[in-house]
Structure formats: structure tokens, C-alpha cells
């Protein structure tokens, strides 16, 4: 959630504000359109979210990169605009990574600068048809993020200009301690390109990924390399964004497992079918923060989907952050022929803020549905169910909307089904029915839903099943009606 919020006036745009659907524990921007998380870093205590912004509109416009910085990953501090367009093109996605070692020659021994490299995207170059309108430019800043200053000159890795360069976007920083260089992930069409350097500023093409593999139905985008342990050894993650093709429909994240040797990534065979990181229609363009003291790979998305986004009916800002999420690997299956599955539960900074237990199985039960109203139609839920049999939690509101979660037996899936959910009729897309897979097996499950005021989010079987889902109910939702063999419920503050 974000400390202030802008005054419950119309804005210029003359939308009247929708205060009631102001997220309490997702981050917002103070006003107008935000979209794909960037810049993630960890530095001197506090979390660096950086996002793509237009200051002017509620829709998509000239991009900015915002900023908001958190010391517990709850409350938010919006500081504003940290980079704004200039006569050389907008500001684009990508990355910041602290350079402790000072290899770009950018800052001092006592003050080490934070370091941003960013798409240069040249609009008007892209209208008149050039090949080459997007370019990596790097920012510095040397007061821990609150200013930044623009490395002077040509940007640091021009478009080549060769054929199927022309989607060339949102580079990845990481540093790899073993070969002493900064790696790069960069979104080229249909394939990210890996690029080293020494000192983030003179950069060499290492390899290739993905033509041919995985989802092609759109652009890759928003690439995100990392390592994460495993019982078997240590094994490396790619993300990749698509605008189209996903799951739900409309925009998604898929990954890949693999091996990295330091300069081509191998992905494991994909098993069946391409894997998402959220079957939801609403988590994309999301990546990890670094520079993470310990080691953790802490992920955050944009909670929206471009089928929608521009249309979505919130005032005077449009468009939400996911919970920030830790993600570990973990074998769906068993035996060697399992496949890896990269799960994500929400982060423990997030677990350890919640409120006290507002009603748990065993209590009266019809102090359910008040201490439903009594947090607003908001919490943190948890239940237990048997896997063999279906269930369902359904949410209303007492104007008719409703919105219903729970686990088909007969399909093996968990689902949300926002089609009655409340304010549905601003896009054809909007209003469906979503489902995961079940991954784990046994008989008993567990899930947990976290309702915010215009979201609800699904995890299940250790993170491996997970759904976003947006909703808009007219007024919170104040009655809960489990229907099947539920166990185990009990419902928790947000905080």
C-alpha cells in the first residue's frame, strides 16, 4: 500500500475517484498509469521499486520510471519521478544493481553508485518506421536512488540494427562473482540475448536463448536470469513476459529451468506443455529484486493484463503491483522424471505483518461473516480440504455480486470465477473463469487466498498452483459460504 493517497477529487481526466477499491496491502501509484516493475533493488536497508509511469494520464503514455521504497515490503513511500523522457526517447524497462565494486567507474570508495540501465525507446524514430528506436542508456545515481544523473554520450548498447532486432528491450543486471562481469538479459523479438562487461558500460554479445522454445503467441519481454538451490544442486531460472498467449488469455509469464555455464543459459526439456509462473490473467512483467542481503530471489509483477488494462475502472491511478513473492524450485512428481516447478508463496516480511486471527474453525460460526465485515471484506484466509471431493468458497456482498474460489476433484484444478464479481462490463475479457492445475499429490490440500479490496490471489500445493486475479466488487465483500468438506478455515487481518 502506498502512505498517502491524492485527495477524493475528480481528476483532470474529470473520473470521478474510487477510493473503496484502493488496494491496502498491493502497491499503487498516488495517481494515473503505472505498468511493468523495474529497477528492483535492495540498498541500505529499504526496498527499491521503480515502475513504469505516465504522470499526466491514467493511460499509457510517455513512460517515466516512478519510484517507491519500503522498509518491509508493506508500506510504501512514493517519491515521485526518478527518470523522465527527454529529447532522446522515453524511459523503458529494466534494471538497477548496486556496483559495490565500483567497476563503472561511476562512484567513490565511500559512496558506491547505484546503477540503472534502461530501454531508450525513440517513439518517433518507431513511427517513421526505423529499425533501430530502441537502445540500452545507463543513470547513475550517488544518494542511494533519490537522484540520478544520465551517463553523457551515445547509449551503451545501441540496436545493432541487424534482422529481428527491432524489439530490443528491458535489460537484467546481475553480477556473476565467478567470471568477474556484469551479465545482461535482454528481450530481442523472439529470443533474449545475453551481453557481459567488466564495468556495465562496454558491452559483448555472449549468446542466445529460446528461438523456437517454449510460448511464441507474442514479443518476449521483461527477461530475469537467477540461481536458485535445489536438493540436487544449484539450478537457474529464466522469466520471460508475453503480451499474448497466456494461460488466462491476454498477457503472462512463462520460465524456463536449466543450467548456466556463464554465458549460455541450457534449459531442461520443458515436459509438458510451457510452464507459467501464475495461470492467473493478472501477474506480468515481474522480476526480482537484487542485491537481496540473504540470497532470497523475491519477486514482484504487475497485477494487470493488457487485454484490459487501459479500461480498468480505478481513479485516480490505474494499475497495481502483485504481493511481493519468494520464489524456490520444486519437483512436481516423483522420481527423476519430475519436473521442476518454480513456486512462489508470499514473501515472509509480507506473512510476518498480518493482523490477528479474526475467526478460525471452532469459533461460533456465525462470527464468521462479522469478522469478515469487520476487516473490510479483506484478509489473509487459509484452508484444508480433501483433494478428492470439490469445494468452494463463495464471497458476496449483498448487491449480487459474488465471487467464488475453490478446487474442482473431477478437473484436478483450483479456480477463481470473477464473472459475477462486481464491475465486469468494461472490457469482454474481463468477466471468466480461471484455473491452475493441481501439482502436488495426496489427499489433502492446503490453500491460501489473500483478498485485498480489488484483487484476490491463490496459493496452493507449496506455491506450485498459483492465480492473480483482479475483481471489483461494489461494496467489500461481507459473507463467506463454504460449500463442500472444508477444514481447517480460519480468516486473518491483512494488518
Request: proline share 9%; hydrophobic share 40%.
Amino acid at each position: 500500500m502506498s502512505e498517502t493517497s491524492p485527495p477524493g477529487l475528480p481528476g483532470p481526466d474529470g473520473a470521478l475517484p474510487t477510493p473503496h477499491w484502493r488496494p491496502r496491502l498491493h502497491f499503487t501509484p498516488p495517481a494515473w498509469w503505472m505498468n511493468d516493475p523495474n529497477g528492483l533493488v535492495w540498498h541500505a536497508g529499504r526496498w527499491h521499486l521503480f515502475y513504469q509511469f505516465h504522470p499526466h494520464s491514467r493511460v499509457w503514455g510517455p513512460m517515466h520510471w516512478g519510484h517507491a521504497s519500503s522498509s518491509d515490503l508493506r508500506v510504501w513511500q512514493d517519491h515521485g519521478v526518478a527518470l523522465a523522457p527527454t529529447a532522446a526517447g522515453m524511459v523503458f524497462s529494466g534494471s538497477a544493481v548496486l556496483d559495490a565494486a565500483h567497476t563503472s567507474g561511476l562512484g567513490s570508495a565511500g559512496a558506491p553508485p547505484l546503477v540503472a540501465l534502461y530501454t531508450l525507446h525513440d517513439e518517433a524514430a518507431a513511427q517513421a518506421g526505423q529499425a533501430t528506436f530502441q537502445h540500452q542508456a545507463l543513470a547513475y545515481s550517488l544518494d542511494g536512488g533519490g537522484q540520478w544523473q544520465r551517463l553523457p554520450g551515445p547509449p551503451v548498447l545501441p540496436n545493432p540494427g541487424t534482422p529481428g532486432t527491432r524489439d530490443f528491450r528491458d535489460p537484467k543486471l546481475r553480477w556473476l562473482p565467478e567470471r568477474q562481469r556484469w551479465l545482461m538479459a535482454l528481450a530481442v523479438g523472439d529470443h533474449i540475448a545475453f551481453y557481459s562487461a567488466a564495468d556495465l558500460r562496454h558491452w559483448v554479445h555472449e549468446s542466445d536463448f529460446g528461438a523456437g522454445l517454449g510460448a511464441h503467441d507474442g514479443v518476449w519481454e521483461c527477461p530475469d536470469l537467477f540461481p536458485l538451490p535445489t536438493p540436487e544442486g544449484e539450478l537457474w531460472v529464466l522469466l520471460v513476459s508475453l503480451v499474448k498467449g497466456g494461460p488466462a488469455g491476454g498477457s503472462a509469464t512463462q520460465y524456463f529451468v536449466g543450467h548456466f555455464d556463464g554465458t549460455h543459459f541450457h534449459a531442461d526439456p520443458e515436459g509438458p506443455g510451457v510452464r507459467w509462473i501464475d495461470h492467473g490473467p493478472d501477474n506480468y512483467a515481474g522480476v526480482t529484486w537484487a542485491g537481496v542481503p540473504d540470497g532470497r530471489a523475491v519477486f514482484i509483477g504487475w497485477m494487470n493484463n493488457w487485454d484490459y488494462a487501459r479500461e480498468l475502472p480505478t481513479a485516480p491511478w490505474r494499475g497495481a503491483m502483485t504481493l511481493p513473492r519468494e520464489l524456490q524450485l520444486r519437483r512436481s512428481g516423483a522420481g527423476p522424471g519430475g519436473v521442476w516447478r518454480l513456486c512462489s508463496t508470499p514473501a515472509r516480511e509480507v506473512q510476518a505483518g498480518l493482523g490477528p486471527v479474526l475467526w478460525q474453525t471452532g469459533d461460533p460460526a456465525e462470527a464468521l461473516n462479522f469478522a469478515l465485515q469487520a476487516a473490510g471484506g479483506c484478509a489473509w484466509l487459509t484452508c484444508q480440504a480433501d483433494a478428492r471431493e470439490s469445494f468452494s468458497l463463495l464471497f458476496d456482498n449483498g448487491l449480487g455480486d459474488g465471487l467464488r474460489v475453490g478446487f474442482d476433484a473431477v478437473d484436478g484444478v483450483y479456480f477463481i470465477d470473477r464473472r459475477l464479481a462486481g464491475e465486469t462490463g468494461f472490457h469482454p475479457a474481463f468477466a471468466a473463469r480461471h484455473e491452475v492445475p493441481r501439482w502436488a499429490a495426496g489427499e489433502a490440500l492446503t490453500l491460501t487466498l489473500v483478498l485485498d479490496t480489488s484483487s484476490v490471489e491463490l496459493f496452493a500445493d507449496e506455491g506450485c498452483s498459483v492465480l492473480t486475479s483482479q475483481v471489483f466488487p461494489r461494496a467489500p465483500w461481507g459473507r463467506l459460504l463454504c460449500q463442500g468438506p472444508v477444514q481447517g478455515l480460519r480468516l486473518q487481518a491483512l494488518g
